[in-house]
């Protein structure tokens, strides 16, 4: 849900040249990409998938098919820590830079947010700015990377997908990639607790759809 | 012959957990790879191939397969940035930190040197301070990134790859790919300058040996 509502925002702001989904073998990606398309399809702008295989192969995340189980718990909670795939927004970004370049885009778009920052450092603001300024002195066209929501919480993201007229209900957020929502890992009690804050309607289907856990101190 | 000096180096000063290597689509990547697990195994050191297809299928650059001949002439011309294949380096690095992180390591090294500077935005010591910082900042062993020859000319790099006792001619650099060097390419023309400024032998087969070109003012 954050990486759409930031592409119908830059949709919305100015003209987008495409937008790349990366299947690297996590157990959710079959979900969430197909969704990704509809939405790409539904703005007229072209959808590519990037295969990244040799991150399920070679890299060691519980986020991955070749992983253990996912947690249950809070989003924020130190057990999502074996969720992190290594350094994958440092890769995903490498490659949206790389794209980008090549189609003469003058930048690219990351939605993490401040939700992301306990547990995953490459969501963070500080490896935000280091890998903006690679990315600007690694491109002869001084690429910008923008990331609107990084100062957001996930809430403030739904209430923003909200205005600019996002089905939500067409977006994955599921760690687990079942058939549907499970309810319990912490991406689904993260989406859970942010239609819930921002006073949204969640039309979602989860499998189980008990209390919110805490917060984590 | 700069990266397979940096693994000589590398591993005589450490332990190297693994070396990768990248098809990406380039004209010699069939032609530099098989020798770079050559070195590797010579040195017992695991050697993976990390395919990146879709850089040959979408990003622009006469490197690669899918580009126009490759120029020929001096390696720091301004005709050499055709070569420039966008935000490789980034791309590289990336993997290789999501992938040491994977495997406990507590950095990676790249073989960047003065020469590339140039031409080569990816190469130059800012994006390398600046991508250093980004490695350091998303992962949690706060990975170091070593460029030993960041300073270094590529003469440099051949005498101390003779040093360490690196068999040169089971090193490639033709950017053309074909069955043997073809001389005339802008990496050849800086591996030949290499040598003969070093004073070491060349013991490289070339198709065409011509005057060296004269490095632009």
Known sequence: MDSVTALYRAHAESTVVACLSFHYGSKHNDREIPFAKWHADRLGIPHLTIPLAFIGEHFASD???SGR?????HYEAQ?????????????MLSVAAGFAESKGAGGLVIAAHSGDHAIYPDCREDFMRAMAEAIRLGTYAN???LRPFIA???????????RLGVEFSKTWSCYVGGEIHCGEC?????????????GLPDLT??????????KPD
Do not use: W
């Open 143 to 145: 690429l910008t990377l």
């Open 152 to 162: 957001m919480t996930k809430a403030e993201i739904a209430a923003e997908g909200h």
């Open 79 to 91: 057990n999502m820590q074996k969720t992190v795939v290594p350094f994958r927004n440092g890769i």
């Open 205 to 214: 289907g989860y499998l189980v759809s008990g209390p919110i856990p805490d």
């Open 63 to 65: 986020l991955l098919q």
């Open 186 to 198: 912490g991406t689904c009690v993260e989406r859970r607790e942010a239609f819930q804050l921002a």
């Open 69 to 73: 189980e996912i947690p249950k718990g």
